[in-house]
């Protein structure tokens, strides 16, 4: 129960201090997501199942503040996570290289899905709203990852089962 507690409040933090102080870092109008980044470093280290949730609930937040279509970053979160988490399950996660990459990669997917749905239902956006970010945020993974590693190997974080 501590765990989930933990995460949701880290989750409304980093979704609050996304919307409120990020973009006073903006380089051009392009500022990082750190939700979106412990997300994905968080699916990375712990699977695919337990990314999942955390993305849908990231996911709400963001629809929260997104106008133009409720549900549309839930479900990119979902897959992103879900990706994550598979592509976690198949690295060495000491090592920060492949999460770094696999970060910004994902990262971008999310952003031309995000572009997919909203040019289909008839809005359009810049594609270097896509592509900007996802390097700003991929640099910010460099520095965040490890901390969520380790922030993810504490004792409460972990779970055991209890027969």
Sequence with gaps: MKKILVLILLSIL???LDNVFMPFFAVKTFYPSLLLIFMICYSIVNGKWEGLWLGIFAG???DIYFSQGF???SFTNMIVCIMAGVIGNSIFKEKRIIPIVSCFLLILFKGILIWCILYLSGVYINMANVFFPGIYDMVLCIFIYK?????CNKN???VEWKF
């Design 71 to 73: 549900g549309i970053n």
């Design 156 to 158: 409460y974080m972990q």
């Design 60 to 62: 709400i937040l963001q």
């Design 14 to 16: 980093l979704f609050i």
């Design 147 to 151: 901390p969520v590693y380790n922030f």
